[in-house]
C-alpha cells in the first residue's frame, strides 16, 4: 500500500520523483481452515458477503463440499473456479481462463480472490490478480509441501512462456496466507517427497537445525507426511513442527530485504540454477523437488571440488538427498545442458553467475569466477559419484505424472490423490474422491504456528538448543502466525 505521498523535484532536463510503497502481509497457522470452528477465513470475506475461489480440480473433489459448507455456514455465497494445473500447463491459457472468471464473477476492486492449491495454482492465479485491473487482491490457502513450505513465502507471480519457466510474472503479496498442515494427510508420497527439497534447499544454506532435524528423522517425515499420518509418533510430530515454522521463518527472513529481487546474490536460488532445463526441456519433466535436487547436489561437488565444501559434509548431503528418494543425478543432465541452463541463467542474474553453495552446511557463499571447464570438469566428477548411490543417483517417482501435467483425464489425474485420500483413512475404500471428504475429516491437533512452541533456549555457553519436548498449544492463540513487512 502507499502513504499517497511523493516528492517530485524539477531537474536539468526534466523531473525526479521519489514515492513510497509499504508492504505488508500475514501468515496464519491453523489446523482446519475450512473446520466450521475455526472462522479465520470466513472473516476475511464478511464485508463483501461473497467468495470468488480458484483451486485445481483434484483439491476441489477432496474438499469441496467442505469449503461449501463452511462458507455456506457463514452466509457466504461460493463461486469456485476450478483448473487442472501442472508445469505444462503454468501458461497464459490458464492464466486468461481464471481472468475470465474474475471478470463473470464481477470481482471488485478490493475484493481478494481466495486461491486454494499448490504451488502451480498459487502462482497462476496470483499473477492473474496482479493482472487484473493491475492490483487485485488475493489470500491463499496452499495445500503441498511445496506450496506450505516455498510458493507461501515467495511474493513471486508467474506462468510459463514457451519453454521458459516463469517468464511472465509479477511481484504481488497477497493479503492473508493460511497455512493448514492437515491437507498434507491426503497429499501422495511424490508430493511430499518434491516438497522435501526445499527444506533441504533452505536449511542446508541457513539454518542447519533444521538441516539436522531434517537428516535425523528423514525417512519418518517423509512416510508420515510431516507428522500428520494417522499413528505419526510425538516425537516425528514435535520435529515436523520445528522443521515447518523455522523453514519458512528462515525464508522469510531472507526474502523480506529483497522481495524484488533487487539484490541478486539469493541464497534461496540455491538448486535453482540448472533446474529449469530439466522441468521443461524433456518430454516427460522432472518434478521440480527432483529438478533443484539434482541442482543442489551437482553444485555441492562443484564447492567441494572448489575447495569450499568438506568431504565429510558433502557426503552428508548426498546421502540425505538418496534417502529421501530425490534424484542426485540424471543422465540429460550433460555438457550441453549444463551450457545452456549456464548462459540462460546469466541473462537472469545480470551476467554474473551467482551460484549460491553451502559452506559450510547451515551457511552460504555465491560463485562466480568458474569457468566453463571448471563447471564441465565437477558435472563429470559429480557423475562419477553419483554412481555410487543407490538407484546410481535417479530419484523415486522422479517424473511427473498426470497429477502433475494437467492434461490427463480426470479418471487418471485423481487416482494417486485418492489413493493418498484412502491411506489416510478419510475416504472411505469403497468410495472416489468425486464424493469429496466429509465433516468425518478430523484433524490431530498439532500446531504449527506458536512462537513458544520450538522452546528456544541457551545453554550455559550461549549455544542455542531446541529441546524435543514441545508444549501442546491452542493453534489459534496470539502467536500463532508471522506477519512480513518490507
Known amino acids: ?244 515454522r523455522e523453514g519458512i521463518y528462515e525464508m522469510l527472513k531472507l526474502e523480506s530485504p529483497n522481495l524484488h529481487e533487487i539484490g541478486l546474490d539469493r541464497v534461496i536460488a540455491y538448486g535453482h540454477t540448472w533446474s529449469p532445463m530439466h522441468e521443461l526441456i524433456p518430454e516427460t519433466p522432472l518434478r521440480h523437488g527432483h529438478a533443484i535436487s539434482i541442482d543442489m547436489a551437482y553444485s555441492a561437488t562443484l564447492a567441494k571440488e572448489s575447495g569450499l565444501l568438506s568431504s565429510k559434509e558433502h557426503r552428508r548431503l548426498l546421502n540425505l538427498f538418496s534417502r529421501a528418494g530425490l534424484s542426485i543425478d540424471h543422465p540429460q ?5 549444463l551450457d545452456k541452463g549456464t548462459a540462460a541463467i546469466l541473462k537472469t542474474r545480470d551476467g554474473l553467475l551467482r551460484l549460491a553453495v ?17 563447471l564441465k570438469d565437477a558435472l563429470k566428477k559429480h557423475k562419477e559419484i553419483a554412481k555410487t548411490y543407490p538407484r546410481e543417483g535417479a530419484g523415486i517417482e522422479a517424473y511427473v505424472d498426470s497429477s502433475d501435467t494437467g492434461y490427463a483425464d480426470l479418471e487418471t489425474e485423481n487416482l494417486s490423490v485418492e489413493n493418498a485420500a484412502k491411506q489416510a483413512g478419510v475416504l472411505p475404500a469403497s468410495d472416489t474422491i468425486v464424493n469429496g471428504i466429509s465433516d468425518a475429516f478430523g484433524v490431530n491437533g498439532r500446531v504449527n504456528g506458536r512462537s513458544n512452541l520450538l522452546g528456544v533456549n541457551a545453554n550455559a555457553d550461549g549455544q542455542t538448543e531446541y529441546p524435543m519436548n514441545l508444549p501442546e498449544n491452542h493453534v489459534n492463540g496470539p502467536s500463532s502466525g508471522i506477519r512480513a513487512q518490507a
Not at 543432465?333 to 545442458?337: P, Q, R, Y
Not at 553451502?358 to 568458474?370: A, D, E, K, Y
Open 1 to 244: 500500500m502507499s502513504d499517497l505521498k511523493a516528492n517530485v523535484q524539477e531537474t536539468k532536463n526534466g523531473f525526479h520523483v521519489e514515492g513510497y510503497e509499504k508492504i505488508e502481509y500475514d501468515f496464519t497457522f491453523v489446523d482446519g481452515v475450512f473446520d466450521i470452528a475455526n472462522p479465520n477465513l470466513a472473516d476475511c470475506y464478511k464485508t463483501w458477503g461473497r467468495v470468488l475461489a480458484v483451486t485445481d480440480k483434484n483439491v476441489f473433489r477432496l474438499y469441496g463440499a467442505k469449503i461449501e459448507k463452511y462458507f455456506n455456514h457463514y452466509n457466504l455465497k461460493l463461486k469456485v473456479h476450478q483448473t487442472s494445473i501442472g508445469e505444462k500447463a503454468k501458461t497464459i491459457e490458464t492464466f486468461l481462463e481464471i481472468a475470465d472468471s474474475m471478470t463473470e464473477f464481477g470481482i471488485i476492486r478490493k475484493e481478494p480472490v481466495l486461491v486454494v492449491g499448490g504451488g502451480l495454482v498459487t502462482d497462476v492465479a496470483g499473477f492473474a490478480c496482479a493482472a487484473y485491473r493491475r492490483n487485485t487482491n488475493f489470500i491463499r490457502v496452499p495445500t503441498t509441501v511445496i506450496g506450505l513450505i516455498d510458493a507461501s513465502v515467495s511474493i513471486k507471480v508467474a506462468v510459463n512462456y514457451g519453454r521458459y519457466k516463469n517468464r511472465l510474472g509479477a511481484y504481488h503479496a497477497p493479503l492473508h496466507t493460511f497455512l493448514d498442515f492437515t491437507f498434507l494427510r491426503t497429499l501422495p508420497i511424490a508430493q511430499v517427497r518434491n516438497g522435501f527439497a526445499e527444506l533441504i534447499k533452505i536449511s542446508s544454506c541457513s539454518h542447519l537445525h533444521v538441516f539436522d532435524l531434517l537428516d535425523k528423522f528423514c525417512e519418518q517425515l517423509i512416510d508420515t507426511r510431516f507428522g500428520r499420518a494417522d499413528g505419526s509418533s510425538n516425537e516425528v510430530r514435535q520435529a515436523a513442527d520445528v522443521i515447518n
Open 333 to 337: 543432465f550433460d555438457d550441453e545442458v
Open 358 to 374: 553451502p559452506r559450510p552446511l547451515g551457511s552460504c557463499t555465491f560463485l562466480n569466477n568458474v569457468s566453463p571447464q571448471q
